[in-house]
């Protein structure tokens, strides 16, 4: 058994992981794809990496909702709209380059693979990280961005994330040619299903289709792309003979299914964000529905305001004298209080309408559908507004 010592180890190298992480360097120092909303481009600009990336991923300029019951467009939306923040920005990113942009920015070393964390225990000021292969991490901030299934969210009390009873298959096409979709986000809805289409470049279509399945259709396609295939395609009902060639051109390796979860709110409003020289960030805080596409753009705001909350209690030192342990413990624990404030509301509010959009565009039944084509427009446009938000600059007072 070995023990080693760490200022803060972050659990989880995910997005929330490695932005919270890029984050604390550049103060200290100075699969696939998901939507980057205005807000998320607003915390990839703050760590740096907003301009490199922009280079690789075409930008998004609205969005045209359509029905699969009569065929019909219902709504379009500009994403070209000025919100309160500027106008707005929005691209489909490939999560395997943001990912390796966010860890190329880190120095050697700072990443440790394959390092799976058992148990948890408290000694004095710091946390005792026990992992599967026998090393026990000691640690001055814990920080808990090990996904749905997070072990630090467990320790801080949380429960594990709910299923909504609807699943996603999602899935992604690189053609050889120019896949003649243009450059707008594209959903159909109609008879209990959802699905969408988005460019990601010139060549390349991420797409994805939620359905509420029986215990049956889970079991016949759990780990089957040929039944995937098949279940997506007989329920696409009226569509462009375009986009469901997006499907039918899918390999069989590429589609995955997965349930979809997230966090009570009420669990938020009362719970435990921080405890202490422990919180969470990314989805072991906000797990939530795909519906708004925030779950990956809240995570980048997490980790920038995590790192700011954090830089400002930790590299605040009197004459760079190094403070008593307790004396830096409680300055550890108010800068996690205040990440904490910060992230608790805007978290339940983008669980809670991640949660209302699905339901409704997802919901089957005349009168559903009915209200679902009236409040179209409604609900594209709360797709912008919750992305008008601004996490603020990686930069201390």
Known sequence: ??????????????????????????????????TTWTNAWRALDAVGLGDSLRQHHQRLYGNVTSSTISGHQTSETSFEAKGKHGVHEVRRVKRNMLVEALAKELPSGTIRYSSKVVSIEESGFYKLLHLA?????????????????????????????????????????????????????????????????????????????????????????????????RLVLSKLGKMPDEVRAVIENTDLDSFISSPLKYRHPWELLWGNISKGNACVAGDALHPMTPDIGQGGCAALEDGVVLARCLAE???????????????????????????????????????????????????????????????????AGLLLKRADFDCGKLSIS
């Open 1 to 34: 058994m070995m023990e080693t010592g760490e200022d803060i180890v972050i659990v989880g190298a995910g997005i929330a992981g490695l932005t919270t992480s890029l984050g604390l360097h550049r103060l200290r120092v100075t699969g696939f794809s998901f």
């Open 133 to 229: 292969d026998g090393t026990i991490l000691k640690t001055k901030v814990l920080i808990g961005c090990d996904g749905v299934n997070s072990v630090v969210a467990k320790w801080l009390g949380f429960n594990k994330p709910a299923f909504t009873g609807r699943s996603a298959i999602r899935g992604r096409v690189d053609f050889k040619r120019d896949h003649g979709l243009g450059n707008k986000f594209m959903q159909f809805f109609g008879k209990g299903a959802r699905s969408g289409f988005l460019p990601c470049d010139d060549n390349t279509v991420h797409w994805f289709f939620t359905w509420t399945p029986s215990s049956s259709q889970e079991k016949e396609i759990k780990n089957n792309g040929a039944e995937m295939k």
């Open 313 to 379: 209690a930790l590299l605040k030192e009197p004459s760079g004298e190094k403070l008593p342990e307790k004396e830096e413990y409680k300055r550890i624990e108010m800068g996690l209080k205040k990440y904490a404030k910060e992230r608790r509301w805007r978290s339940i509010e983008l669980i809670t309408t991640a949660y209302m959009v699905g339901f409704f565009q997802q919901g089957d039944g005349k009168v559903m559908n009915f209200f679902r084509d009236i409040l179209a427009a409604y609900m």
